[in-house]
């Protein structure tokens, strides 16, 4: 997931389309979201990564 993360941060939906793909069911969106998430929030918690509110939109950002 962490490659996934450009120069300037990434949301966490734009990571899931790159991992996932965009041809999903609502269903099959909702847990490959769920998947998303939880590995850039153990990321996160690694140090890895942070979060940056930018507006009304969180995005992910190398650290």
Known sequence: MER???PDGTTAFDVCVKVFGEALSVHDMRFAMAETLAHLVYLE???????ERR??????VRA
């Open 4 to 6: 996934h993360i450009g």
């Open 45 to 51: 918690e690694q140090g890895r990564l942070r979060r």
């Open 55 to 60: 507006g009304d939109v969180w995005v992910f």
